[in-house]
């Protein structure tokens, strides 16, 4: 079948937030070809059970990881790198509280997982709040991201790096936890 086609069929399937974005036809196909990784599922959906504020969900993502990605990534669109320093600076955006709750979601028998959550506007608080997502391997591997910014097609917006810096810092949070805080470390032995 014609790939336009294909990707027509396959797009109407996509959630009505992401339809409304009116990506141009190479966007899209990029849209579909992130989501693989994930099961094709739509992060702007609302069908799968999203698991909120749970830091044992978050793969163990580091400062490295994130450089790795903003700056040392490579774009789909024109095989260049991203190097995109500027969005290392939105640490000030989640450490403003701008990152609202985190919503994790690890499809069956998948090796990723996505992460999604919402960003307050940094100079128009009364809009309602950018989507960023991103698709991270379970090793803390960044892969790929979007956002309903206008600049969320390229992927490394700021709203995307607030995100990554706000799992960064849970998971540093969570690491820091002794055994004695784990409810199930203390498990009884058996009879
Ligand atoms: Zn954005």
Not at 6 to 30: D, F, H, I, N, Y
Not at 136 to 157: F, K, L, N
């Amino acid at each position: 079948m014609d790939v336009r086609v294909l990707t027509a069929c396959r797009w109407q399937g996509m959630s009505a937030e992401v339809q409304g974005l009116r990506l141009q036809p190479e966007a899209k196909l990029r849209y579909l070809k992130k989501i693989e990784k994930i099961g094709n599922v739509d992060p702007y959906d609302n069908k799968e059970t999203w698991s909120r504020e749970n830091p044992e969900d978050l793969p163990p993502l580091t400062f490295p990881d994130i450089f790795s990605y903003l700056v040392c990534g490579v774009s789909a669109y024109t095989a260049n790198q991203f190097r995109n320093y500027k969005s290392m600076e939105a640490h000030v955006q989640f450490t403003n509280g701008w990152v609202q709750d985190l919503e994790v979601l690890k499809p069956p028998q998948c090796d990723f997982v996505v992460i999604r959550t919402k960003v307050m506007h940094s100079q128009r608080l009364n809009e309602p709040p950018l989507k960023p997502w991103v698709i991270v391997s379970i090793a803390g591997r960044v892969e790929c991201a979007h956002c309903t910014c206008m600049a969320g097609v390229a992927e490394t917006c700021t709203h995307v790096a607030a995100l990554l810096f706000k799992v960064e810092a849970t998971v540093r949070i969570r690491g820091t936890k002794t055994v004695t805080d784990e409810p199930a470390y203390w498990v009884l032995p058996g009879t």
